[in-house]
Every structure is written in C-alpha cells, then in structure tokens.
C-alpha cells in the first residue's frame, strides 16, 4: 500500500529539520525519513538526551546546544517523522521506498526535499585500514551518542574545523589527544590571506558578518589547545600508520624531520564532501567542484535539482556547514511549497528573503577554509602500494595500471578490477577512483565522471520486500 505526503525530507540534520518544520507550518503534509533514533543528525547527534547532561554540553559546547531549539521546534511542527528508516530508492516520480522495523514501505510525495548532508573525505594513507584507525566524526559520534573517549594513545591527523573542534571537545573531557598531527601548509595559509577582507565583511541587510564570529571561534580554539601544550605538530607530511593486527605507531615529516608517536587509536580527517549517492542513484546532473575538490549536484538558487520536483538543501549541495545547512533547508522548503501551490512566487521570494541572507552570511567564511584546508595532494592521489578500495582490497597502482592500459573512467574501473562494487558501493573510493584515472589520463575529473549509481542505495532484505508485498 502507497502512503502519500505533501514533501518527503530525507535527513534529519539541520537542513532537514528545517526544511520539514517551515514545510509542516507552511500547511504541507510532511514525513520525514532518518535513518538515526532521533533527530539531529551528525552535528547534533543525541541533542535531546545531552539536554539533561550538563557535563555533556559542557563538553561539546554551544554550537551543538544550539541545536536544541531546532529539534524542539521541528517536533512541534507537526512533521511526521520516522526514525529508524532506511531509504534505499528514490524514483524521478518522486517516490520513497523505505525500510522500517523490518519491512519496506513506499512513499509518494509531490516533492522531495534531500538533505542527507555530506561525509568525511576519505584519507587513503598507508595503514589507513588497520583496526584502531576512525575518523574524527567516528571519534565523535562515540562521544555524542554513548559519552565513549579513549582514555590513552589516541591521534589525531589531518586538517580543518572538525578536527580542532574535536581535540578541543576531548580537552573538555578531560582526556585531550596525545597528539594532533596538522596537515595544513605555510603555503595554505598565505593562499588563504587574500580571503579573509570578504570573510569578515557583512553582507548587505544581514544583522552581523557571521564570518567574523567564526573567524573569533577557530582562533580561540587554537589558543586554549596551545594553552593546554598539548603535543602539535605543523605542516606534517608522508603520515603513515603502522602495526600488525592493530595500530601501533604513526610516523610521519614535520619542519624537515621524520617522527614516529606510539598509538593505540587514530582519527584521520582532511574534510567533508557532499553525501552524492542519492542524488547520483536519480540521475541528477553533477559538477566537478574543484575547490572542494569533490563532486556536488548542479542546483539552482532555490535548491531545485535538474530533476523536476527533486531538491537538495544543506551539505549534499555544497560543504557550507551546519548554520548555512539550516538556511539552505528552509529555502528549499519554501520552494517546494511553492511547487505543490501552496504560496505562490511573489510569498516564496519574500518569505525566503531572511534565509537568503542568513545562508550568504554563513557562506562568506566558505572560501577562506577551503583555501586553508585543501586536501593534500597524497590523499587525493595516493601512493601505488595504498588500498583505495577497502571493500574490494584495490590499490592505487591498480587504478593506475588499468587506466594506462585504455580505462577510461570510474564504470570501466569496476569491470577492470570491482571497484565500487563493494558493500559502500564507491561511497569510500569513490572520488579517489576519478582523481586516479583522470591524472593518469591528462583530463580533468570532471571529465572523467563518478561511479553510476543504482538501487538499492542501503541494503535491503528479501523478507522486508515480501511483508510489503503482503501489505499491498
């Protein structure tokens, strides 16, 4: 039996949650779909439960309390939600195939608003594959969703927010890293200067330059880390973990010497990239983003897919971050209202209005990071001898060697030697895979493409298909 709704939201992060609760206010039926317990998703993982935890938002801090009021009032909107789901098909006609509590149910919606966020880049580094090695949103959904922090040999290795949010979240805690190993370059720094005049300007009808708070929040997280004297390294190059049937040690090059810190457990992280699968699995038209060095669905202002009825809001669109995400899903939502007849245009812009400001004011501090914190050149483009390919064990010089021998791009790939055929289905080789063959070819990445993608985008059992076939 089809349900029917109004908009479906997939995600229930910060672009989703708002996405739902101006669609719900607007007078939409809503249903909402996430895979997690609760709402949230990664940045405020477990914020209704840390509310009677002061010690936790301690810990944490007010970024993420902040996403307290978001939750509270996307429960009151009226949205229906269900946690738990698993959506593992969208179809151009904008139906939803989910599985929940052991079955699978579809969906039809007169738009479908995507807000699946984004996902750490993956650091393809020798040893990256032994047990003890996470990244650093792993390390922090341990610490959001269960209060878990190791309490000795933990590292942390690579660049940007996250990763000092984190070493400083740890500090909180009481069990601050053992090391931070940063992969950021003088070169990046000075790359990243010319920025900063646009980063702290405030963009016209906004209350403040939201670039500047953000700016004031990096700089005081840097100096209560370096207050702490904790164990930093700069400008760190050539990381390698090593160990037999677990993490033992990381070496790696700093200021021209080569170093070597005991570890029981290391969290590598260079970045996040916009969450494509779904978007890939429609059939949305792609752009190469070679800033961000990943690959982002073409959208428009509205956050319309070149898919009819199909939206995107939040970090599936773009990396700009939860406040930016939050912006981006109330403006979708009031297109897709829009969409469906329920304000007509002249309601859509003028109700928008606050948001689009809101979102180009998070947004001002974009450039400034990416040029900050590019991902190194070896992650990109790792060694032969490193796996790439975790599911089917591939290493670079097997991407390599098959492009040199005619193959063309990422789909060619899987024939050659099963990559992306694995269990994430090219979510961990995916861009790896492109970067590898396109400078193997000569051509850009965008012109070598990304995996296809097809259903089913999460697993799905034979069992849950026959129950909903019994139901219909």
């Given amino acids: 039996m089809t349900a029917t709704c109004d908009i479906a939201v997939i995600g229930a992060g910060p672009a989703g949650m708002a996405a739902a609760t101006v669609a719900a206010e607007g007078g939409a039926t809503v249903m909402v779909f996430d895979e997690q317990p609760a709402p949230g998703g990664q940045i405020y993982r477990s914020i209704e439960r840390a509310q009677g935890s002061t010690e936790l938002q301690r810990i944490l801090g007010p970024d ?8 509270e009032r996307f429960r ?43 996902m750490e880049r993956p650091v393809p580094v020798p040893g990256w ?26 590292v942390l290795a690579g660049c940007g927010p996250l990763l000092y949010l984190l070493a400083w979240q740890l500090l909180q ?68 973990i090593e160990g037999g049937t677990s993490v033992e040690a990381v070496s790696f090059c700093s ?3 080569i170093y070597r810190v005991p570890a029981r457990l290391v969290a590598l992280h260079e970045g996040v990239i916009p969450a494509q699968q779904a978007t890939r699995s429609l059939g949305c038209d792609h752009e190469w ?8 669905p073409v959208l428009d202002r509205w956050g319309n897919t070149s898919m009819p009825g199909i939206l995107v809001a939040g970090d599936a669109g773009g990396i700009g971050g939860a406040r930016a995400a939050e912006h981006a899903g109330r403006i979708a939502a009031w297109e897709a209202l829009h969409r469906i007849g329920r304000i007509d245009e002249f309601q859509r812009i003028r109700y928008a209005a606050p948001d689009v400001v809101g979102r180009a004011s998070h947004l001002a501090i974009r450039p400034l990071l990416d040029a900050l914190y590019p991902p190194p050149a070896k992650i990109l483009r790792p060694a032969d001898d490193v796996i790439v390919c975790r599911c089917e064990e591939i290493t670079a010089g097997q991407v390599r060697d098959v492009a040199r021998r005619g193959c063309q791009g990422p789909n ?14 090219g979510r961990m080789c995916g861009n790896t895979v492109s970067e590898l063959i396109a400078a193997e070819r000569g051509v850009s990445v965008g012109d070598v493409g990304y995996f296809r993608i097809r259903p089913p985008l999460k697993p799905v059992t034979l069992g849950e298909l026959a129950v909903m076939d019994v139901a219909g």
């Fill in 412 to 425: 060619q790939a899987k024939s050659f030697l099963r990559a992306g055929m694995g269990p994430c289905q």
């Fill in 129 to 154: 594959t032994l047990p003890g090695v996470m990244t650093a949103g792993a390390v922090q959904i341990l610490l959001k969703s269960s209060g878990l922090i190791a309490t000795e040999g933990l």
């Fill in 76 to 118: 009151a909107s009226g949205a229906g939600y269900a946690p738990g789901s698993s959506v593992w098909q969208i179809t151009p006609e904008r139906e939803v195939w989910a599985t929940r509590a052991g079955r699978s149910e579809v969906t039809q919606a007169g738009a479908v608003i995507l807000a699946t966020g984004a």
């Fill in 173 to 240: 805690a009481g069990q601050p890293p053992s090391a931070i190993l940063d992969t950021a370059t003088r070169a990046d720094e000075f790359r990243a200067v010319r920025h900063l005049p646009a980063a702290m300007r405030r963009p016209l009808s906004a209350p403040r330059a939201e670039g500047l708070g953000y700016l004031r929040k990096g700089l005081s997280l840097r100096l209560a880390l370096r207050r702490a004297r904790l164990r930093m390294f700069r400008t760190v190059t050539d990381v390698q």
């Fill in 289 to 296: 983003d070679p800033v961000q060095h990943c690959f982002r």
């Fill in 64 to 71: 993420y309390a902040y996403g307290a009021a978001l939750v």
């Fill in 255 to 257: 200021g021209g010497a």
